[in-house]
Structures are given as structure tokens and as C-alpha cells.
């Protein structure tokens, strides 16, 4: 990036901080709250690109993790205080990913997500059975918390989110995860404990999910299995990653951004018409931005220097190319 | 140095390549390629990697088309035709790297070169007639073709473009990860295959032996063809031996 | 000293013995050969030693040490590092990045942030393809391909280099050059077992030759007596004259 662009960058993405954090006191509590789903996305999208967009195994766990979270949250919801449940319902997705994953990461490409999608429908079945054979309920209360502190944790959660994910990729063991991506056997044969590697990394990000969770229960009011554990949490932020750019953390953030917006915002008023749109969108990106969003950008700049150049070149002409 | 070929009025072109430009992008890939097959020869092109070997065949199957030039196949251009096309006409092309399909056993695998209805209605012949060149492939031919080794894999690949019966056949690198006296069999079966009436064009980075079955050679480098002539005038060419053949 | 030393070894895929009952060594410091005709087991006996398949019976020991139950990463800390026939390389980064890996996570000691960052940069010219080390991996042409992985697998710091088929797709200049570099890379101190199609090489640079068929070891010696021995001109050459080209 060249040196005039970065601070440019840095200011811009204060000012969006400094807007975020100020939002309660000149918007209404209705866009509070959207920003707070909003944001919930990010963590998911991010945390979910954090693994999937990295070794290449896709996964339909979110949901699961997420789920755990707002369960979590349930359970716990008189007996402590907020702020320490979520780090728990990190904890309880931490734990749970870890075994799941040394369970099934054997399984290779499709195998794999179509596991992930079959745990978090046994997950709902499971906690349904449960819930009704041990606690004899369905379903749980919570206890609406402050809008404006569900949204300055969320914020929190996903600063947090960010920047692990950002020094993970810097880091020789986001070096290891590209590695596994790339073609899984040779990483093994160069050293990398592939098995370790993987498990760690779907551990680490179901955390964020199972704590994006926690901070998202007390919107609900309430929950049952169905609600927490709806596939929904995890088609969202794989469609959200795609469409922003899985290579890249500020296409996952857009994406999210973007993405969870409209859908908030526009669902409610315009169900029908919004998932066509939603559709149409989707198609066109993967038609025709193969990369996301974030893949307009080098697009951008590779045509902005053709144009450029052209018109330095002035009459030459280049050599007619086709294939 | 480049002799001009003669034209001998009992052959007739099969194949007429006449100044192909090639771009793969914005880089040029061949570039004013020239280049002909007579009907029952055996003409085998040769050149480093990277030097447009498996871009010309690409182009004349119908996988890329290009920039300018034509290639015509028995006195029709076919430049612009789609692969399928093309096929049915008659020009086959034993892809480099093998290209099986994993999924499928090797029978299946062979019978699928089989495609065109003409080449359907003989297809137990033609199958039985590749197992004669490859009997390792009738023992195997219920395995999977993902578990073949690299050797196997390609004796499947070439039986599989055998089996559409073509007029045209072109090899890209049939030597590639063969023991050399299975390469020596491919060879044979090269022979075999132009005494039934297929002309043959070898793509070979085993020049010497490829040389001592082939009627004609052109030498490829950096898209362009530097060299043509005889098997028998390129392979008494000392100079020519190490300047371009290397050996 | 005997680097890398199998007895008994066998490798079944169901009923069929892939690697029968095959006892081999390799010599410290030797360039030693492996031919055999297609099937033969050359791959799977390469797939046993660094452990990408587990062994059915018998014993393979780098150095003294029991390599079975091993995994891959382990051995390949330990010293024995290798290429692949179908090129592995990792198709989502830059030529530079592939090398990197092995720097990073294939040594036998770890090593610093610093001291990885640059072993890529060496090995990369060692190979000769110091040129293209941000060329996306990818746009490399399969033959290059081959030689990043030999650059990635020097990375690691190996006693003992498992080459497969190195040589494929070569025209006969690219194949002595190729010979070069192996014969360089030797001269560094690291042990080479390679398995080739291509006699000139083969001829060229092995001090030793072993040969597989149906999985089991038929011949052993130097290149003279293994490609004079009627039984491999049978199966495997096909012609004596050709052999050496």
C-alpha cells in the first residue's frame, strides 16, 4: 500500500469506530439493535473464514458453536454475572469443537461438511430431548439486557475476532492452515502436524462463535433448540464470507457488513421480494466476482492502470490479444 | 536452418497448420506456427518445455482458439470448431498427464473413448484390440482408475483415444513416467497404429527413439518452430543433435 | 553408515501385495537408484518410508530408528524429506512462500522467524529459479513445478532426499542439467534415493541401482551389472542398446 494510503486508512477506520461507538446517543434503539446483529455477523463470518477459508474444509458448524453460546447464556443467566459467561460459552464451544474436531477431521472435503450439517440438526434434536426429559420445559426466558451494552460487547467480541484473525494469518501458523488449504499431504510431508494444526484452528474459532452467542441471547428473549441451533447462523456467514472475499479479513468484514445490513433491514419490510434480491445478488457474485467484493478491488486497480497507461501511450497500439 | 519439405503427390495433408499466433492472455504462446501431417505419416514435434508442444495441440483439438492462422484437417478448416467437433471428424488427442477419469474403472475408462456412434458400433473390437497392446489393462480393467500407478495410468490414457478410432492421433509426451521399454511398446504400437491407415502426430521429449520411428520432425522453441526436416537428415546432424536435440 | 535401512518390508491394498517382503539400504552419502516397470511398487515402497502409508509388516529404520508408527511430520523433522511424482506443491501461494513452508516447519530443530525467512531465497537459487519466486505457483510449468518441490523439500534441511521421477517430461538437455543439480545437491552432504524412468540419468549419477518388480526387490548392483542382468532387460528395458540415452 503506498505510504499517502495508510494513514488515509487508519483515519477512516477511526472515524467508523468513533461513529459506532456513539451510535446510542443520536440513533434510535431499533438501529442499535440492527447494528448489534450486524456485528454479531462479522464475528461469525470472520471466525468462520478463520478456519474454512483457510484449510479449505468447508464447515456448516457455526450454528452448533453459536448455538452452544446462547444456551450457555440460558443456563447460566442467574447464577453469574454477563460479562462472565460469555469467556464460559467461549470456553463450552472451545471444549465441544475440540472433541468434535479430533473426532471428524479425518473426513475429507464434502464428508466433512456434510457432517458438520448433520451435527448441528443433532444438536437441535438432542438439546430438544433433553430439555424436555431433564427440565421437563421448552425453551428458555432471558433476560433482556441494556441495548447499549449488548452493543459495545458485541463491538468488543469483535475487535477481539479481528485481530486474531489478523495475526493468525501473519503468524507461521496461519502459514501452517494456508498450507493445509493448498494441498493437505504435502504440508504433512514438509512437517506440520496437520491433525493438530486443523483441530486447534476449528477450536479457536468456534470460541468467537460460541461467544458471539452468549451476547446475542439476551436480543432473543427467547429461546429454544430450534431458534438457537437454526441452520440459518450457519448458512449467514459463509454467504457473507463468499460474497466479501474468503482470501481476504476486510472482504469478510464488508461482506458481513454489507450483507447483514441489507438482510436486517430489508427482510422485515419486503420478505418475498428480499430473498429474490438476495438471490440474484449472490448468483451475480459468484458469476462474475468469483474473488467477492474484496476481488473488485484488485480488478479495479489492474483496469484503472490499463486506462491509465492507454492514455499515456496516446496513438501506440498494443499487440491485438485474444485467446 | 530450415529445409523445406517435399510434398509428394501420393500423400495428401491431413493436417495443415499455416502461421498460428496463440495468445494465452496477454503472452504469446506460438507465433506464426507452421506445421504439416500427410496423410500415413508418422511426424513428431519436438522442443524444451514450455516451448508451445501442448499449445499446439490444444489448438488444433478446438481447446484454444487462435488469435490468427488456421488449421485445417483434410482440406477443411477446423480453427473455429467446438472439441467435440472436431473429435468427430476424426482427430484424437492423448492428453499429457493422462487425464483418467478417477471415478470410473479402467474398462469404463476405455470404453468412454469410444463416444462417437461410428466409433460405438466397433467398440468391442477396438477394445479387444487394446488389450492386445496393453494386457495389463485387461487384467485390470474392473480397478479403479484412481488406483492405477503413473505407468498404468497412461497406457489407459492412450488406450482410451485408441478407442475413437481416429484418423489423426495426436501423443502429447507418451513417454512421460513409462519404463523405457514400455515407452519402446508405445513406439511399437505407434507403428502398428500408421500400417492401419492412422498418421500419427508425436509430441516426444525421448527424441532418439522418437526420432528412429518418426518419417519427419519439427523442432519447437519459444512458440516458434526453428527446425524441420527428415528423421533420417536431423538425426546425421551432428550440429543439429546437441544445438536442438540435445543428444 | 547405512542412512536408511528396510527389512521385511511389505505393504498389502487388500490381497494384493504392493511391496513384498523387499530388504534395502542405502548407503550415506550414495546416490542410489530405484527402477522398476510401471506398478512395480517403486512409489508405494517411497510412501512407506515417509510414512504417507502405513507399512503392513516388516521394519524400516533412518539412522538406527524405528520409522514404523511414525507419521509424516515426524519424519520429515527427523531428516528425510522427499518429492512426488503428481507435483504437491501448494497452489494457493507464490513460489517463494511454497520453499518457505519447508524452512518453517520441516527442520529439526525449530528455527527463528528470521533464520526461515531466509533459507527460501537460497534454495530457491541453488535450484536455479531464484526469477520466479513470486510467480504464483500455479502459472509454473509442470517442470518447474518439480523443482520448487525440491527446493521446498532442501528447506527442511535433509540427511536423505527421496527424489520421484524427477526427471519426467524433460527433453534430453533439461535432463542433464537436472542430473547436475542432483549430483550437486549430493555433494552438499545430503543422501539421494531417486526412482526413474530415464536410463541416461540413471546411468549418469547412480553409484548403486535397485530394481522392483511386482513388488519385489530382483535385482541390486551398480548400474553396469543391473542393466546387463537379463531379467531387467526383459521387463524393464526392452533393448540393451538403448539403455544410456
Known amino acids: 500500500m503506498s505510504t499517502h494510503r495508510k494513514p488515509l486508512l487508519v483515519g477512516f477506520l477511526v472515524l467508523i469506530l468513533i461513529l459506532i461507538v456513539t451510535l446510542p446517543l443520536y440513533a434510535r434503539e431499533s438501529d442499535v439493535r440492527v447494528l448489534t446483529t450486524v456485528l454479531m455477523y462479522v464475528v461469525l463470518a470472520v471466525s468462520w473464514a478463520m478456519f474454512s477459508g483457510t484449510t479449505g474444509y468447508m464447515s456448516l458448524a457455526p450454528a452448533a458453536f453459536f448455538g452452544l453460546g446462547i444456551y450457555t447464556m440460558a443456563l447460566l443467566q442467574k447464577e453469574l454475572p454477563f460479562f462472565l459467561i460469555i469467556p464460559i460459552g467461549g470456553l463450552v464451544a472451545f471444549a465441544f469443537a475440540l472433541l468434535i474436531g479430533l473426532v471428524t ?219 | 536452418m530450415r529445409q523445406s519439405s517435399r510434398y509428394t503427390l501420393e500423400r495428401r495433408p491431413m493436417l495443415e497448420v499455416s502461421n498460428l499466433d496463440v495468445f494465452y492472455g496477454k503472452s504469446q504462446a506460438l507465433r506464426g506456427v507452421s506445421l504439416r501431417v500427410d496423410e500415413g505419416e508418422i511426424v513428431a514435434l519436438v522442443g524444451a518445455n514450455g516451448a508451445g508442444k501442448t499449445t499446439l495441440l490444444n489448438t488444433v483439438s478446438g481447446l484454444l482458439r487462435p488469435a490468427s492462422g488456421s488449421v485445417e484437417f483434410l482440406g477443411k478448416r477446423i480453427d473455429r470448431l467446438a472439441p467435440h467437433k472436431i473429435m468427430k471428424l476424426g482427430i484424437c488427442q492423448i492428453p499429457e498427464g493422462r487425464k483418467l477419469f478417477s471415478d470410473m474403472t479402467v474398462g469404463e475408462n476405455l470404453e468412454m473413448g469410444a463416444y462417437s456412434s461410428e466409433a460405438k458400433k466397433r467398440k468391442e473390437e477396438t477394445l479387444e484390440q487394446v488389450y492386445q497392446v496393453f494386457p495389463v489393462l485387461k487384467v485390470r480393467r474392473k480397478q479403479s482408475a484412481r488406483k492405477l500407478s503413473g505407468g498404468e495410468g497412461q497406457m489407459v490414457a492412450i488406450g482410451r483415444g485408441l478407442m475413437s478410432n481416429p484418423r489423426l492421433c495426436m501423443f502429447d509426451e507418451p513417454s512421460y513416467g513409462l519404463a523405457p521399454k514400455l515407452f519402446l511398446e508405445v513406439l511399437e504400437v505407434v507403428k502398428r497404429l500408421r500400417k492401419q491407415g492412422i498418421t500419427i502426430l508425436l509430441v516426444e521429449q525421448n527424441v532418439r527413439n522418437t526420432l528412429e520411428v518418426a518419417d519427419r520432425a519439427y523442432v519447437i522453441e519459444n512458440g516458434q518452430i526453428v527446425l524441420e526436416g527428415t528423421s533420417k537428415d536431423l538425426l546425421q546432424n551432428e550440429q543439429i543433435k546437441t544445438a536442438y536435440l540435445g543428444i | 553408515m547405512r542412512i536408511l535401512e528396510g527389512q521385511g518390508v511389505t505393504k498389502y491394498f487388500g490381497g494384493l501385495a504392493a511391496v513384498s517382503d523387499v530388504d534395502f539400504h542405502v548407503d550415506q552419502g550414495e546416490i542410489l537408484g530405484l527402477i ?192 546387463a542382468n537379463e531379467t531387467v532387460i526383459e521387463i524393464y528395458l526392452g533393448e540393451e542398446a538403448h539403455a544410456g540415452s
Open chain 1, 105 to 323: 477431521l479425518r473426513l475429507r472435503g464434502i464428508y466433512f461438511a456434510i457432517f458438520t450439517f448433520g451435527l448441528v440438526v443433532f444438536m437441535t434434536e438432542i438439546i430438544q430431548y433433553l430439555e424436555t426429559r431433564l427440565y421437563n420445559r421448552h425453551g428458555w426466558d432471558i433476560t433482556p439486557i441494556d441495548s447499549e451494552i449488548l452493543l459495545y460487547t458485541i463491538f468488543g467480541l469483535v475487535v477481539v475476532t479481528v485481530l486474531a484473525a489478523y495475526f493468525i494469518r501473519r503468524s507461521r501458523y496461519g502459514l501452517a492452515l494456508l498450507s493445509i488449504g493448498g494441498n493437505e499431504e504435502a504440508a504433512e510431508h514438509m512437517g506440520i502436524n496437520t491433525t493438530r494444526t486443523k483441530v486447534l484452528i476449528f477450536a479457536i474459532s468456534s470460541a468467537f462463535m460460541g461467544a458471539a452467542g452468549v451476547i446475542t441471547a439476551p436480543s432473543l428473549i427467547y429461546v429454544n433448540a430450534n431458534i438457537a441451533f437454526s441452520l440459518f447462523y450457519s448458512f449467514m456467514p459463509i454467504l457473507m464470507a463468499v460474497f466479501g472475499g474468503m482470501g481476504q479479513l476486510y472482504g469478510q468484514i464488508v461482506g458481513a457488513l454489507i450483507f447483514g445490513y441489507l438482510e436486517k433491514t430489508l427482510r422485515a419490510q419486503l420478505y418475498s421480494y428480499f430473498m429474490l434480491g438476495f438471490g440474484i445478488i449472490l448468483v451475480a457474485v459468484i458469476l462474475f466476482l468469483p474473488n467477492g467484493i474484496a476481488g473488485l478491488v484488485p480488478m479495479l486497480q489492474d483496469r484503472l492502470g490499463r486506462v491509465i497507461r492507454r492514455l499515456r501511450k496516446g496513438g501506440q497500439g498494443e499487440p491485438h490479444a485474444n485467446t
Open chain 3, 36 to 227: 522398476g516397470p510401471n506398478g512395480a511398487g517403486k512409489t508405494t515402497l517411497f510412501n512407506l518410508i515417509s510414512a504417507a502409508l502405513p507399512i503392513s509388516s516388516g521394519e524400516i529404520r533412518f539412522k538406527v530408528q524405528k520409522l514404523n508408527g511414525l507419521k509424516p511430520h515426524q519424519i520429515c523433522q527427523m531428516g528425510v524429506s522427499r518429492t512426488f511424482q503428481e507435483t504437491k506443491v501448494f497452489g494457493n501461494m507464490p513460489v517463494l512462500q511454497n520453499v518457505l513452508v519447508g524452512a518453517f516447519f520441516g527442520t529439526p530443530t525449530r528455527v527463528s522467524g528470521a533464520a526461515a525467512a531466509r533459507e527460501p531465497a537460497q534454495s530457491l537459487e541453488f535450484v536455479g529459479l531464484s526469477a520466479l519466486s513470486a510467480t504464483p505457483i500455479k502459472d509454473l510449468t509442470l517442470v518447474d513445478q518439480k523443482r520448487v518441490e525440491v527446493a521446498r523439500a532442501l528447506a527442511t534441511k535433509p540427511e536423505l532426499l527421496l527424489l520421484d521421477e524427477l526427471m519426467a517430461g524433460l527433453n534430453p538437455a533439461e535432463v542433464s542439467e537436472a542430473m547436475e543439480l542432483v549430483t550437486k545437491i549430493r555433494d552438499t552432504g545430503i543422501t539421494i534415493f531417486m526412482v526413474e524412468h530415464v536410463m541416461k540419468a540413471i546411468m549418469g549419477i547412480c553409484e548403486r541401482i535397485m530394481v522392483l518388480h511386482h513388488g519385489e526387490k530382483i535385482a541390486e548392483g551398480t548400474p553396469h551389472e543391473v542393466v
